[in-house]
């Protein structure tokens, strides 16, 4: 994850300081305000440096979100509600949902790259201004959203000083004993002759080993390199970059041009590794990839993504859509050529994730989901292509249900679907996933007409495959339907063909949810026996994510039993895996297994904290227990329980610090790593008077502290209060000490 000042970019800052202090005063005074320029001007750049030094006054509430990307406008709602960290439960996007979330609270997003989706983008951001008055939305773009009351501010090139010193920056990276004194004047010049456009200095500065400034701009100028901008989203107006570009690309040897273009078809960086799979052909040997992509890499035209452990690689989107012009009608072929590279990817992972790979296979997917989505984008759009969008939903199953990404998957498969075209087994196994997926995110009617399709392929066909994930897709549909008995009886049938067919990896997933099935039928003796027999075909096979399942549901039925301490080392032990993999939804669920735990074991205060940190983590992946309808009966139980062993403030006091707990804490006492003793009642400070009095350890007024958090004076002075009485403190200046203090007890405990 960028952090926010910086955004994807790596090299350093240089100037703007003028241009900086306009765009915050201007998101000060306006709750819509656009960076508005052509590409390569430094709008991005500029961007993500505003919401760095403004984050501070939206304390966990300022976001980025990149939309560079993304091409098809129907997810860009739930694109943004991923990168604010909320999920939306549905399989439609719903503003209203989104809106919700965000609620009154003072916040900043900041949506970079809006030129090629204005429309979606301006429907998105007008509605959820109108309904949530606290917050303020910064976009860069090419063309401006053209939304009522939005604040358009042209970024202008950069001034002469930070052109040069912008130059000489690059230049001295590029050439070491370079020294911009020897060269001011020409530089200056060149400077000119670039019009001061960030990029295009970039890319000149690197030419330093082998062009003079002065040679540079004599190129630049004698070539006529200043050409038409015929750049996507741009008036048509002489600018200097794309001559610039063009300058490039002529000085590229014709293998370097050759992948330069072909790079085009990647979203998002790419790894050598692909570069090398897809690139090849047509005039670029296998054995010349390396050599061109080290010289587009020395030229500045790729850079190496210096932090990403696996050494990617990035593309700045202009000179990305530079490179894709050139492609010419062949975009059709190396599209093709990337889809199926990720989908041979998706394959091998679908094959190896019941083993001990697959945590690592999870990561590489979660930084391949740009690539992924132009491989969809592409597959989507024909007839002929559409089966294999099917495919990839098929072998990305265990990707989309373990990330989140249940509604996109749904998105793509009904794409792909509406086309007609495909085999019965092609359309069956997509089907399934889709049934599967749909019922996570609790979208019961998509999930019930995907299911009649399926059921009618299964009557209509001899084909044991597709009988048995039909009976697949039953059981989990009718379970979700309410109706977790007959969802056993059909998983039943279902495993048989399975394991006859040998499909371990859909076994043991439908053991798991047979397992939970029954127990949700209030057959839970009868549901060790599907739990153990999924713990037979995974455990040996080092695979951790359904392991850590089942162990889950046998707690659940432990407890059921009233076996309070087995349930808990099961539900401690799931939980460690549920870190461990980053399951944010097994995390949710352990947590809130073990709050019903506690409270069998008549510990209310960790019950009440726990059910709370557990609220937290649904609200926080934007779903709740009520999708999985058999909890909500557990939960509202273990809440009457708990209740009844506090104080009714007691109670909503410790539910409310849980919520607010971040969740490395929450897991602290979850495990039984620190006890909830000294959190009583008095001491637990809600989220917003953390804010607070986190400012107050700065020594900030309590106007200053209103203004940071856009509040009123009077709620600080109402906080404070609070905070000092619960900390049991006598003055401000002993803010910073208790805090302190405190941090430093919740790490020894
Ligand atoms: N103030 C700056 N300091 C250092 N580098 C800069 C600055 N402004 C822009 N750049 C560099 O110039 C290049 C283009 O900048 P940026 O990506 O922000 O342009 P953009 O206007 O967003 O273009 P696009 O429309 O293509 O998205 C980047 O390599 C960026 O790092
Ligand atoms: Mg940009």
Not at 523 to 549: F, K, M, V
Request: glycine residues 8%; charged residues 25%.
């Amino acid at each position: 994850m960028p952090s926010a000042s910086r955004g994807p970019y790596l090299s350093t800052f240089i100037g703007r300081e003028d241009e900086l202090g306009e765009v915050r005063r201007l998101v000060d005074h306006n709750r819509l305000v656009t960076l508005l320029g052509p590409g390569g001007m430094g709008k991005s750049r500029l961007g993500y440096r505003v919401l760095g030094d403004m984050a501070p006054a939206f304390p966990g509430s300022a976001w980025s979100v990149d939309l560079a990307d993304l091409a098809e406008p129907a997810l860009l709602g739930l694109t943004v509600a991923t990168s604010l960290g909320f999920r939306p439960p549905a399989d439609e996007f719903d503003v209203g949902a989104l809106a919700e979330q965000l609620g009154e609270r003072a916040a900043l997003v900041y949506i970079d790259n809006c030129e090629h989706l204005l429309d979606a983008c301006a429907e998105l951001t007008a509605a959820l201004l109108a309904r949530c008055p606290g917050l303020r939305v910064l976009t860069s773009s090419r063309q401006a959203l053209g939304v009522l009351g939005e604040r358009v501010y042209p970024v202008p090139v950069m001034s002469t000083d930070d052109a040069i010193e912008l130059f000489a920056v690059r230049a001295t990276g590029a050439l070491p004993s370079w020294t911009l004194e020897r060269d001011r004047a020409a530089v200056v010049d060149l400077c000119q002759v670039l019009d001061r456009v960030p990029l295009a200095i970039e890319l000149a500065a690197v030419r330093i080993r082998t062009f003079s400034p002065k040679a540079m701009a004599g190129r630049l100028v004698g070539d006529g390199a200043l050409l038409r901008d015929t750049l996507r989203g741009e008036p048509s107006r002489r600018t200097s970059l794309v001559g610039c570009l063009q300058w490039s690309f002529d000085l590229c040897t014709v293998q370097e041009q050759l992948l330069w273009s072909r790079l085009s078809v990647f979203g998002g960086g790419f790894a050598l590794e692909a570069v090398e799979a897809v690139c090849p052909g047509d005039g670029l040997a296998e054995s010349d990839v390396v050599v061109a992509l080290t010289g587009l890499v020395d030229k500045s035209l790729v850079e190496r993504d210096v932090d990403d452990p696996e050494g990617r690689y990035r593309i700045l989107e202009v000179i990305r859509q530079f490179g894709g012009a050139k492609l010419g009608p062949a975009e059709q072929r190396w599209r093709r050529g990337h889809r199926d590279y990720y989908l041979a990817l998706a394959e091998r992972f679908d094959a190896e994730w019941i083993g001990p790979s697959q945590r690592a296979w999870m990561d590489r997917f979660r930084r391949e989901r740009a690539n992924l989505r132009r491989a969809f984008d592409f597959s989507v759009t024909s007839a002929a292509e559409a089966p294999l969008a099917m495919r990839m939903c098929t072998v990305l199953e265990h990707f989309f249900a373990s990330t989140g990404g249940g509604a996109e998957a749904v998105h793509w498969l009904q794409l792909a679907l509406a086309h007609g075209t495909g085999t019965d087994t092609e359309r069956a196994f997509a089907l399934r996933v889709g049934c599967f997926v749909a019922s996570l995110n609790a979208a019961m009617t998509t999930a019930s007409a995907m299911y009649d399709e399926l059921a009618g392929l299964a009557e209509a066909t001899d084909d044991d495959w597709i009988r048995a994930y039909a009976l697949y897709a039953g059981a989990v549909v009718r379970t979700w339907q309410g109706d977790a008995e007959t969802g056993a009886n059909l998983a039943a049938d279902g495993l048989e063909i399975l394991h006859r067919l040998g499909d371990v990896g859909r076994a043991a997933n439908l053991h798991f949810l047979r397992g939970m099935m029954l127990g949700w039928a209030d057959r839970a003796d009868d549901a060790a026996a599907d739990y153990q027999r999924c713990l037979e075909l995974t455990e040996p096979r080092g695979e951790r994510w359904l392991t850590s399942y089942a162990q889950w549901g046998l707690g659940v039925d432990a407890l059921q039993s009233g076996d309070s301490e087995r349930a808990i080392r099961l539900e401690r032990t799931a939980l460690r895996a549920k870190v461990d993999l980053g399951d944010q939804m097994g995390i949710g669920l352990a947590v809130e297994a073990l709050a019903w735990a506690a409270v069998d074991q008549r510990r209310g205060k960790e019950a009440a904290v726990l059910l709370g940190a557990a609220e937290a983590v649904w609200q926080e992946i934007g779903t709740s227990v009520a999708a999985m309808p058999y909890l909500t009966r557990r939960r509202d139980t273990a809440i009457r329980e708990t209740r009844r062993l506090l104080s009714s403030a007691e109670f909503e006091d410790l539910v409310r610090h849980g919520r607010g707990l971040p969740q490395r804490d929450a897991i602290a006492i979850a495990l039984g790593r620190t006890r909830v003793g000294r959190t009583g009642s008095d001491a637990a400070l809600t989220r917003r008077e953390r804010e607070v009095a986190a400012l107050l350890a700065t020594g900030e007024s309590n106007a200053a502290i209103a203004e940071s958090l856009v509040i009123s004076v009077r709620t600080v002075e109402t906080h404070v209060v609070n905070i000092m009485r619960k900390l049991g403190l006598k003055s401000r200046s002993q803010v910073a000490a208790a805090l302190a203090a405190e941090s430093s007890a919740a790490q020894v405990q």
